[in-house]
């Protein structure tokens, strides 16, 4: 099973909301990546963690706070986002960051619109 | 640092045609590379990857990708498409070394449409 699941599907949100995107993954994979897709774009990395430590921040604003709480659990918090947020956020996780031969495996994503 | 064209931005193609997609990447050492699916409305799917060894690799679907080394490209192929392969396109590349964090590098990705 290569399952990463994702909630909410879709969500709305105002500049002054805080809200939270989940993933969550159960294949024993010990490495898990946020995305940001915008649309006809590839995905940007955000964030990755290795064994439960943030290992990666690709220099993103503080308004996106990663967290995980354990090694099959993933959160992003959002708080006083802009409309130039709104995108698909993607989850991904693999087994390892050890090897560059490790493969991701991507949820469905959290279509997230700012207004 | 690593990066990945893909030249090819949109392409139309007939049920039933042959398919190539074009993916070059700059990196002088080892690389890893994939090849991702995005159907309208799903998430990315794997179609093949490849590591080392033959360099005609297969994948998902009847899809296959030769690295060519010399060439510093991976490219799609499908004898014969068909109106379910409509889709994105995404060739990456981690050029990671052992030990460090798993960085995919993709490219700016080719849409492609199937018409019947």
């Known amino acids: 099973d290569t399952e990463v699941t994702q909630t909410p599907k879709h969500l709305v949100m105002g500049m002054t909301n805080k809200k939270s995107l989940k993933c969550e993954q159960h294949m024993g994979h010990r490495a898990m990546y946020w995305y940001k897709q915008k649309a006809k774009k590839p995905p940007e990395l955000m964030f990755v963690?290795?064994?439960?430590?943030?290992?990666i921040n690709e220099s993103v604003p503080s308004r996106f706070s990663p967290e995980c709480p354990n090694s099959s659990l993933l959160n992003l918090h959002l708080h006083a986002l802009q409309p130039e947020d709104s995108a698909l956020y993607l989850c991904?996780?693999?087994?390892?960051?050890?090897?560059?031969?490790?493969?991701?495996?991507f949820g469905p994503g959290t279509r997230l619109t700012v207004l | 640092a690593q990066s990945v064209s893909q030249h090819n931005h949109h392409v139309i193609l007939s049920e039933a045609a042959s398919l190539e997609l074009g993916c070059n990447y700059s990196y002088g050492g080892t690389v890893n590379l994939f090849w991702y699916v995005q159907y309208p409305g799903q998430h990315l799917q794997l179609l093949l990857k490849?590591?080392?060894?033959?360099?005609l690799v297969k994948g998902i679907k009847g899809f296959e990708a030769e690295f060519i080394k010399s060439k510093f490209s991976f490219n799609l192929r499908k004898p014969s498409v068909q109106w379910s392969d409509t889709a994105e396109y995404f060739c990456a590349v981690n050029a990671g070394r052992t030990g460090t964090a798993s960085k995919l590098t993709f490219g700016t990705g080719t849409r492609l449409q199937v018409t019947l």
């Open positions: 963690y290795s064994y439960e430590k943030l290992s």
């Open positions: 490849y590591f080392s060894g033959d360099p």
């Open positions: 991904a996780s693999s087994l390892t960051t050890g090897t560059s031969t490790d493969t991701q495996y």
